[in-house]
């Protein structure tokens, strides 16, 4: 089914309230098919399509990581950039309830919960990113300053190549 209006998200509807210009992308989502599968869906290189990642640390205190498409996130260097003893991924149910949004589409933009919001430095480097608008199979295109206006995001330095 191809729609060509964008949906309405909690994320749009934040972005918008906070006048942060962005262009909306829908794709075939694809299941377990990440960042590959959106980056060559809209035909832009995997580096430039973020993924909003839901972790948390060892008292079970969520945070956000934004970390570029074709990077892991190296969990122990995160921990230690930010003062924690350890830091994993959330269950995906549990991300789910943290967030509001269903794993796949998840936007750090417009989240149920207030968490701490951690981006890759790098990223910033970027002109355009392409971001979860907050449905499975929908990005919205981003200028890097724009997130760190809106979401104030610490900077880190914990991506591992793929």
Do not use: W
């Not at 309405?8 to 694809?30: I, N, Q």
């Not at 269903?102 to 951690?118: A, D, E």
Request: hydrophobic residues 35%; proline residues 6%.
């Amino acid at each position: 089914m191809k729609n060509e209006h964008a949906p309405e998200t909690p994320a749009t509807r934040f972005l918008r309230s906070r006048g942060v210009a962005h262009s909306d992308h829908l794709y075939a989502y694809e299941e377990h098919g990440g960042t590959r599968v959106s980056a060559r869906e809209l035909n832009v290189d995997e580096h430039a399509v973020v993924k909003t990642l839901v972790m948390e640390d060892e008292a079970g205190k969520p945070l956000i990581v934004l970390m570029h498409g074709d990077c892991k996130v190296s969990t122990k260097e995160l921990a230690r950039q930010t003062g924690r003893k350890k830091i994993e991924p959330c269950k995906p149910e549990v991300a789910n309830r943290h967030t509001g949004f269903l794993v796949g589409g998840t936007s750090p933009f417009g989240t149920k919960k207030q968490m701490p919001v951690y981006i890759e430095k790098t990223i910033l480097d970027l002109p355009l990113v392409y971001i979860n608008g907050g449905r499975r199979g929908y990005l919205v295109g981003v200028h890097p300053h724009d997130i760190l206006r809106v979401l104030q995001p610490k900077m880190v330095e914990v991506a591992l190549k793929e």
